[in-house]
């Protein structure tokens, strides 16, 4: 399983910006997907999500195999973090072979220390007509960089950043878009009136 040019400049980008030299996010990455790859028969992708006051983030790697699509077995692990924090962390792991995730679910969760309810298996399979329960929307460096200032011009008109983020999703909801499409929408209207005029 290989790492999409994309998803490695986004992680350079990101590893940048941490200012450590220690960190290699791109890196980490690579060798997660070769780990899993490795302990698990027909991966198809692998998801991680991080969900930030209710704002979700998504890094995503899938294979190029012949049975790309085909999706016989899930895994969600829920990833607990300090008591203190206000996010959310899943890892999502689909395999195209039936059964393949039940011992690998078992090992991690012991290794993790993790509860029996933090590993859910078989949730995310496809139906008959190919949709499935993962990611509606996997964004971008750049479309999750949109999102925000769509949001900070939304913060500038009086709303708190809550109420901006559902602003948003209520905009983006009643127009049928995407949170992405919706955000650049705002961003354009923005441009005629923002910033405002100092008095």
């Not at 011992?103 to 993790?112: E, Q, R, S």
């Not at 139906?127 to 996997?138: Q, R, V």
Request: glycine share 8%; charged share 20%.
């Amino acid at each position: 399983m290989k790492l999409q040019p994309r998803l490695v400049n986004d992680l350079a980008t990101l590893t940048e910006s941490l200012d450590n030299s220690a960190v290699d996010l791109a890196r980490s990455a690579g060798q997660l997907a070769a780990d899993i790859d490795m302990a698990v028969s027909a991966v198809v992708s692998i998801t991680l999500t991080v969900i930030v006051d209710g704002e979700r983030f998504d890094v995503s790697i899938a294979t190029h195999r012949p049975h790309q699509g085909v999706v016989a077995s899930s895994l969600e692990f829920t990833l607990v973090g300090t008591p203190d924090s206000h996010t959310a962390r899943q890892l999502l792991i689909l395999s195209g072979t039936a059964g393949a995730l039940v011992d690998f679910a078992a090992d991690v969760g012991l290794a993790l220390g993790l509860s029996e309810s933090s590993a859910v298996l078989d949730r995310h399979l496809f139906h008959s007509n190919g949709t499935d329960f993962g990611p509606a929307e996997l964004r971008s460096l750049a479309d999750v960089s949109e999102v925000n200032q769509a949001i900070g011009v939304l913060v500038a008109s009086g709303r708190t950043v809550a109420e901006a983020r559902a602003e948003l999703r209520r905009l983006a909801e009643r127009s049928n878009r995407s949170t992405v499409e919706e955000a650049g929408r705002t961003l354009r209207d923005a441009r005629g009136w923002f910033p405002p005029d100092r008095p």
